[in-house]
Structures are given as C-alpha cells and as structure tokens.
C-alpha cells in the first residue's frame, strides 16, 4: 500500500451495491505512543530544553521558561452494532453510515483477518488506519 502513491484510491468500489449479509466483528482497539524520543533521536532537541523558547507559540511573558516534556498521541476506533466511532488526541469524533442499497445483493462476512481504514472522500487523507488479526476475540 505505502509502495504505491494511489493504490487506496484503485481499490476503492466505484459503484453502490445491494449488502445483503453484511457481519463484521464488534471490536474496540486503542493505542497511545510517546514521541519524545524518536524526536530526539531524529535531532530535534531545541523544544524539549528550558532554552528552546517557544515564545512564538505561547501567548505568554513566561514563555521562554517553557518547554516540551512529551509528546504523545492516543487514538481509539470502536465498531458495533450501532456503527463506528474513532477519535484522536484532538478529540475529533467521525461517524460513518452505508448509502442506499442498490443491485443484487451481496454477502459482506468479515471471519477472518482484515485491514480497515477511516478515509476523507473529498480529500483522501486517510484518518484511521488498522488491522484485525484475530476475531475470536471480537463477536461477530
């Protein structure tokens, strides 16, 4: 996917379908990571010193006595029966719905591994993006 530029916007169906058994698994994942490090690590030291000045960022006379101790950032997607919610740090909340069915129906069963992701259509930048190995977990 990532070797190639525009291969979500291939595999996206262009035509509405009529689902008929549609089962994916209620599954809740979460993840929080702690940037600092890998930051620092790539050299970008200057913000998490008491000499990085962040005074062009911060509406502040004490701003030059700040500085960055972590950076970090959580994310959460939940699918059930009433549908998808994810969020990140920013506290963005995204919903999806299905369009109209349309055609001859067609079985949608997710019983094994997949890939999913929460995608902007005008734009699209792709929000969320993960993987489900094992549903013996979840419940279909």
């Known amino acids: 996917m990532s070797s190639e530029p525009d291969f979500i916007n291939r595999h996206i169906p262009t035509k509405k379908v009529l689902v008929g058994n549609f089962r994916i698994p209620k599954f809740k994942i979460s993840m929080r990571i702690e940037f600092s490090k890998i ?3 790539l050299g970008l030291v200057l913000p998490f010193t008491i000499t990085g000045d962040l005074s062009e960022m911060v509406d502040s006379l004490e701003a030059r006595q700040y500085y960055v101790s972590q950076i970090v950032h959580k994310c959460f997607i939940e699918v059930n ?4 919610e994810a969020a990140a740090a920013s506290a963005a909340i995204l919903r999806a719905g299905c369009a109209p069915p349309i055609g001859k ?4 069963v ?3 591994p997949f890939l999913f992701l929460i995608r902007d259509d005008r734009s699209g ?3 969320f993006i993960g993987y489900l190995l094992d549903n013996l977990q979840s419940s279909l």
């Not at 029966?81 to 998808?84: D, R, S």
């Not at 129906?105 to 949608?108: A, K, N, S, V």
């Open 39 to 41: 930051f620092k690590n």
């Open 81 to 84: 029966e009433v549908g998808t």
């Open 105 to 108: 129906p067609i079985d949608f």
């Open 110 to 112: 997710a019983d094994h």
């Open 125 to 127: 930048v792709v929000l």
